[in-house]
Each structure stands twice: as C-alpha cells, then as structure tokens.
C-alpha cells in the first residue's frame, strides 16, 4: 500500500474526527466518550501545532497521530502524550509503526524528551505498538477510569525517552 505521511491540516479533521469516533466506539480506545467529541477548534488548542500527522491514500486518511502537552508548567514542556488511531480497516499494515515512528521523530526535533502514553489495558495492539517504538510500561494504574457503561479499565502508562535531546 502506497500512502504518505503527512502534516495535520485542518481540512483533515472530519477525517480525523471520524477515526476517533471509531476509537471510542471500541470502548479500549479511549475514556472519551462519544457525545463529548471535540470541535476542530477545541482540538487544535489542545493539541501541539508541530507534532500532528495523518497517513493518508488517494485523500482518504488510514490513521493519525498526534501530541498534547502534559503540563503548562516550564520545567515538562519537553513531555508530552502521544495520541495515535487507525481506521479499522487498515489495522495491521503498518500504519501505526511508520506514523508512531514518524511522530517520534517529529518530537525529538521539535526538542521533546519524554513521550508517554496511557493505554486502556486491554487494548494490547496499542501497548505492543510502543513496545515496537521504543515505549517502556512503567506502570499501572488500577481502576483508574470507568466507561459509559460502568466498566472499570486498568491503564497501562508507557513512556519513551528520547537518546537525541541529550538527557
């Protein structure tokens, strides 16, 4: 399959939206619930500008990937949480690799040191695909979010330190 990787434009987002809406409905994508999707604007102001990129075929976007800042505070503005989702239906070709891998790279020039996720425990395709990107599990946290319908989920928290930024 020939696709690009590419920046993040706001023309993608009902692409990107629709991606994500498929993510929840999985209910190991994600605590977000269905009702609760952001507008492009609240999106955008939520996430960083620089490290936001879609695979994309024929203009239709297979998946995407992109950071939001853990902190407002100085001291963590090299840390960052890592959002990545594929269309369903081209799960398994690659996709997230490439496109996790191109986000690191993407981080690490834009001088982020740290990059950590909070995966659903359940959701083993994501947790084996930051193994594959150079992610450690450093922890899990019981409990820690409850869905829509009443279920518990563990989180698994993984996080990947950059050898480029010089820590």
Same mark, same amino acid.
């Given at each position: 399959?020939?696709?690009?990787?590419?920046?993040?434009? &706001?023309?993608?987002? $009902?692409?990107?939206?629709? !991606?994500?809406?498929?993510?929840?409905?999985? /209910?190991?994508? #994600?605590?977000?619930?269905?009702?609760?999707?952001?507008?492009?604007?609240?999106?955008?102001?939520?996430?960083?500008?620089?490290?936001?990129?879609?695979?994309?075929?024929?203009?239709?976007?297979?998946?995407?990937?992109?950071?939001?800042?853990?902190?407002?505070?100085?001291?963590? &503005?090299?840390?960052? $949480?890592?959002?990545?989702? !594929?269309?369903?239906?081209?799960?398994?070709? /690659?996709?997230? #690799?490439?496109?996790?891998?191109?986000?690191?790279?993407?981080?690490?020039?834009?001088?982020?040191?740290t990059l950590q996720s909070g995966i659903i425990?359940?959701?083993?395709?994501?947790?084996?695909?930051?193994?594959?990107?150079?992610?450690?599990?450093?922890g899990i946290r019981e409990k820690l979010g409850?869905? $829509?319908?009443?279920?518990?989920?563990?989180?698994?928290?993984?996080?990947?330190?950059?050898?480029?930024?010089?820590?």
């Open positions: 399959m020939k696709y690009e990787i590419k920046e993040m434009e &706001s023309s993608d987002w $009902e692409q990107v939206k629709n !991606i994500y809406l498929e993510g929840i409905k999985t /209910g190991l994508a #994600t605590f977000q619930g269905e009702f609760d999707l952001p507008s492009w604007e609240k999106w955008n102001q939520d996430h960083i500008s620089s490290c936001r990129l879609v695979a994309i075929l024929n203009n239709e976007i297979l998946g995407w990937a992109a950071l939001s800042p853990t902190s407002k505070r100085p001291v963590y &503005s090299g840390v960052a $949480e890592v959002s990545i989702y !594929i269309k369903k239906l081209y799960s398994g070709y /690659g996709i997230g #690799t490439e496109l996790l891998n191109k986000l690191i790279s993407a981080s690490e020039k834009n001088g982020f040191w425990k359940e959701n083993t395709a994501s947790i084996e695909l930051h193994k594959k990107c150079g992610f450690i599990v450093i409850k869905m $829509e319908n009443g279920i518990w989920h563990d989180v698994v928290l993984m996080e990947r330190r950059s050898k480029a930024v010089g820590i």
